[in-house]
């Protein structure tokens, strides 16, 4: 387990395996890199970051991923694969997995819900881009980013 303070303050768990949780996960983010570039979202308050939202009722996580990259981007996914969670302890404290898929087909941007645009960022671009949202300038963002390589391998 990786522990960390986030910008607000609330002590982070990351962990790279499938539980057993102290929180079920009802959150998830999808990590996806595709020509060698990262799939974001901006975030109409937050800024740039990686697309995930909550899981809706009857759906699996799997699901919620692939909705939420889908929602915000436009972005059909496939093969979506757990590889992390993280367990954040805010005043309600919640946990969220962490996927990396594939990229199966790239839609025509939409920017509906809380996106205002999709972008295609190399490992540079991503490090420096100035509008990033809080957590992904955070440790265990820097954490994840290194673990999600051992999968890029596999594709």
């Known amino acids: 387990m990786f522990t960390f303070t986030d910008e607000n303050g609330f002590q982070v768990h990351l962990r790279f395996d499938e539980g057993p949780f102290e929180i079920e996960p009802k959150h998830v983010l999808v990590m996806i890199k595709y020509h060698n570039k990262w799939l974001c979202t ?17 759906e699996t996580l ?28 805010d005043e309600l404290p919640f946990c969220k997995a962490v996927f990396t898929a594939q990229v199966d087909k790239i839609e025509d941007f939409v920017g509906e819900f809380e996106t205002v ?35 890029e391998r596999q594709w």
Do not use: C
């Not at 901006?42 to 009857?58: A, I, M, S, T």
């Not at 960022?121 to 990033?132: G, R, V, Y």
């Open 42 to 58: 901006e975030h109409y308050k937050r800024g740039v970051e990686f697309p995930g939202g909550k899981q809706e009722h009857g």
């Open 62 to 89: 799997v699901e919620a991923a692939v909705r939420e990259v889908y929602e915000e981007t436009q972005v059909k996914v496939k093969n979506p694969r757990w590889f992390a969670y993280y367990i954040v302890h």
């Open 117 to 151: 645009a999709r972008h295609w960022l190399t490992d540079e671009e991503l490090e420096n881009h100035p509008n990033l949202s809080f957590y992904m300038k955070d440790d265990g963002m820097k954490r994840m980013l290194q673990e999600v390589k051992k999968y």
